[in-house]
């Protein structure tokens, strides 16, 4: 847990469509080979793929649980409405990582299409790294300075675009490949 911010899991069960998706994904890649570098080391990124049709399918389901995720949990007080900002793709080969970064827009959002045991694990860290939250983690076990997420094929997360993140090494032997998009939310 990390105390005062909101890491949403999601999961989605549309193997035919991650499919299709890296699918493109690869031939975009052999298309356009020069990564766009910003957190990703030693793997390839694409930023601004949120008007790409091929991808439809899959943000379509990432808008309903975005939708799902500010109704339950966010509970709005005004009629909201929200876009999805940069989508970007990562495929990361055996030494990739992704170093600490924030993004832009209200919420981060993460969507594993590929991920092979030990290809490098999300860490999320705690914004408020002070002693009184240092003092609370020698208290709770629940209480952490930073999350670390094993990432999972078809699952995804929401978190608030503050949080400092990271991605491990891929230590495995295969790409590991995700969608990460940024969530602008603001009132109807």
């Known amino acids: 847990m990390i105390l005062g911010s909101i890491i949403h899991e999601y999961k989605l069960d549309c193997p035919d469509v991650n499919e299709q998706v890296i699918d ?28 790409f ?13 975005f939708e799902r995720f500010i109704c339950d949990e966010m509970l709005p007080l005004v009629e909201t409405r929200f876009y999805l900002g940069n989508l970007f ?34 860490g999320i860290l705690n ?20 999350q670390k997420i094993v990432p999972t094929v078809g699952t995804g997360y929401f978190f608030p675009t503050h949080l400092v993140h990271y991605v491990e090494e891929n230590l495995s032997q295969s790409d590991r490949i995700s969608l990460s998009y940024n969530i602008n939310v603001e009132p109807k």
């Open 24 to 51: 493109f994904l690869y031939q975009y890649k052999r298309a356009q080979s020069t990564s766009d570098v910003r957190s990703n080391r030693n793997g390839w990124q694409k930023n601004h793929l949120e008007t």
């Open 89 to 122: 793709c990562n495929i990361n080969p055996p030494g990739a990582v992704h170093v600490p970064h924030v993004h832009q827009g209200d919420f981060t959002g993460v969507y594993y299409l590929q991920a092979p045991k030990d290809c490098g694990m999300l």
């Open 53 to 65: 049709p091929q991808l439809k399918p899959l943000t379509d389901l990432l808008a309903v649980e």
């Open 127 to 146: 914004p408020h790294q002070c002693p009184n939250t240092a003092r609370m983690t020698s208290m709770f076990a629940g209480v952490k300075l930073e």
